[in-house]
């Protein structure tokens, strides 16, 4: 086969975090605000990052209750003619609250939605044990939760311990 008909990729190197704050540190104001307009342009998870940083993080206890709106609004959704679909929709609730999760980088308010996720399910009435992989899901979340909160102060440890407690099948 001719070199001319070979196709040929080649990868781009991404810059480490380091090598990027120390461009991004020299450069003026307007071209930061270009950068950050240009990468809101082309990804709809940057856009809802920039979003949250600019106009919600100042309010983390407003952005919470936000996020428990929109939680009860999908259970409020939920298909449960099939444990199948609710399976699925759970898992769809649950990839909307750990994005939102990533975008605070909060351990409080990980704890705060997840620990109202598990309530959400407790409370639909979903047959948690009937179905090994919705089982398994629940007890995960269980599981972060615990993980998370052995990361936070003392008297929150014990505060939320409580509403663990409560959760555990």
């Excluded at 070979?6 to 540190?25: G, N, T, Y």
């Amino acid at each position: 086969m001719p070199i001319a008909n070979r196709v040929i990729f080649v990868f781009m190197r991404s810059a480490s975090v380091h090598e990027l704050k120390q461009e991004l540190v020299t450069l003026p104001v307007e071209a930061l605000t270009d950068l950050c307009l240009r990468l809101a342009k082309y990804k709809k998870e940057n856009k809802e990052l920039l979003t949250y940083l600019l106009f919600e993080a100042h309010d983390e206890a407003g952005y919470v209750e936000s996020v428990k709106k929109e939680v009860d609004e999908q259970f409020a959704q939920v298909n449960y003619s099939n444990l199948y679909f609710v399976k699925k929709t759970l898992r769809k609730i649950l990839k909307n609250i750990n994005t939102h999760i990533r975008y605070t980088g909060s351990s409080q308010v990980t704890i705060d939605l997840l620990i109202y996720f598990c309530q959400s399910i407790k409370a639909s009435g979903i047959p948690i044990e009937k179905n090994p992989i919705i089982a398994n899901l629940y007890k995960g979340q269980l599981q972060k939760i615990n993980k998370t909160l052995s990361n936070l102060h003392e008297d929150l440890q014990y505060d939320y311990s409580k509403a663990v407690a409560a959760l555990e099948l």
